[in-house]
Each structure stands twice: as C-alpha cells, then as structure tokens.
C-alpha cells in the first residue's frame, strides 16, 4: 500500500484471498484506499497476504467458507477492527472433482454446495444484518462461465455457480435499494486453482480465446472494483461475463 493513498473510509470483506481470484481483488480495493479482512484456510498463506496487501489496513481470519462459526467470526472481526462491513465478495470456492455427474459422489455434490452457494448466502445474510441494511452497500459474488453454460466433467461445479448467478438475482432484488448485487463469470483465470485447466500447456489453452490469453487475478480485481465503486451505482442483478471472448467462438466450427 503506497503512503499517498487516501482512505477510502470503506471496508470489505473477501472470502478465499489469500491468493488467485480474492487476492486480485483485496490488491485492488487496497490500492483505492479501502480496509479488507480476508479469509482463507490456511492460517500460514493468509498471514502472508496480510503482510503483502499491508497489515495496517488489511486483516485475515482463517477458517472454512462453509463453517457457520468461522463465518460469525469473519464479520465480528471486521466490524472490531474497521467498524464497517460496506462491501461483500463471496470469492471461496471448491471443486474437489472431475467427471461425468452421472457418477457424481451426492455427498460430494453436498460439499460443492455448501462451499459454493450455502456459504455465500450466510456471509451476505451476516453482512445484511451487520451493516449494510441500515447502511447500504454492495455484494459481489464470484461465478463461473461453467454456470452459463455446460462445462463437461465439472458439472457439480457448473451447477453451483449458476445457482450463485441466480443467488445474485435473488439477493439483489431483496436487498434494493440500499444494497446492489452483481455477480463475476470469468472464464480460464491463472491461479493455483484452475492450474489443472492450463499447467503444462498454457500456449495451447490460450490459443483458443481471441484475446489470446488466459486471464489473471488482475483482470477479474478490476472488474469486481467497478462493481463495488460508486461508477457502477445503477447496475444490481447482473452478471458480469469476463472471459477473454471464448465465447465468440460458440458459432464456430
């Protein structure tokens, strides 16, 4: 964090930041003066994004997404620490398997959703209740192209996040006027993540956008900075598509 950015006077909280997808976005929230916690599994990783991002603005709390605990802890802090909750981003996902849903372990598609979905829910329920019914302010839920279209041997995955777009619908119509929702679909990110997607044959993976790239952390930060900014102030319910053009490609072929 550069000493000659001004506090912003708003605070976030980003589940799963302490790398890929949530850190892009907790660096550039930071950047523009705002105050984050950020959560994340591994109490080690996390303390290491805290001191990156700047630990006088910036604190961490470990814990599972899905953990009701862990979510209670996350607001309680942040509202300790800044006194303000004014921006949600449910960025903490899983994907613990690949195949054909037809085979799909249920408890296994169970965990998805409680990872996924359910947990969104509670952290904009918590946030809802903490701050911003009586103060507004903004939600940004991470989704997936997966859940806009099919995405073969991914299927658990695909399925929870089109329930996360539609989740954003649900939450943004209820929490109107004070509170906007949108949503973020990107496509291949570069992170530890989806690695499986690219490692090895990152070239070839790239090849088939029309940008010619993968995306990065960077990419999707920016975009979910415009949706939590006053810029963005007459957008709720969407669903931001940030894919690198791949799908210009659906007609093709």
């Known amino acids: 964090m550069t000493a000659d950015v001004q ?16 850190y892009g976005i907790a660096e550039a929230l930071v950047a523009r003066g705002d105050r984050v916690c950020i959560t994340g599994r591994t109490e080690e990783t996390l303390k290491e994004a805290v001191e990156k991002l700047g630990a006088d603005r910036v604190i961490g709390v470990a814990g599972k997404a899905h953990d009701p605990a862990h979510q209670a802890e996350a607001v309680e802090r942040t509202m300790e620490a ?19 849903i037809a085979d799909l372990d249920l408890n296994v598609a169970r965990k998805v959703f409680e990872t996924n979905v359910v947990s969104a829910l509670a952290f904009a329920q918590l946030t809802w209740k903490a701050w911003q ?39 943004a119509h209820e929490f109107a006027p004070s509170v906007r929702v949108n949503a973020i679909a990107p496509a291949v990110v570069k992170t530890k993540f989806a690695q499986a997607l690219y490692e090895g044959r990152e070239e070839e993976a790239a090849a088939a956008y029309p940008l010619k790239r993968l995306g990065t952390p960077e990419d999707i930060g920016g975009a979910a900075e415009f949706l939590l900014s006053d810029r963005a102030g007459w957008i709720t319910g969407q669903t931001l598509v940030v894919e690198g053009g791949i799908f210009l490609n659906a007609g093709v072929g």
């Open 7 to 22: 506090d912003s006077g708003k605070t976030a909280i980003i589940t799963g930041a302490s790398r890929g997808i949530g």
């Open 82 to 100: 800044f006194g303000r909750v004014d921006y949600l981003v449910n960025n903490a996902g899983t994907n613990p398997v690949f195949g054909p």
């Open 133 to 171: 019914r009586e103060n507004g302010g903004a939600i940004v839920n991470i989704a997936s192209v997966a859940g806009v279209s099919a995405s073969p041997f991914i299927g658990a995955y695909g399925i929870s996040k089109a329930a996360m777009v539609n989740l954003t619908l649900q939450l």
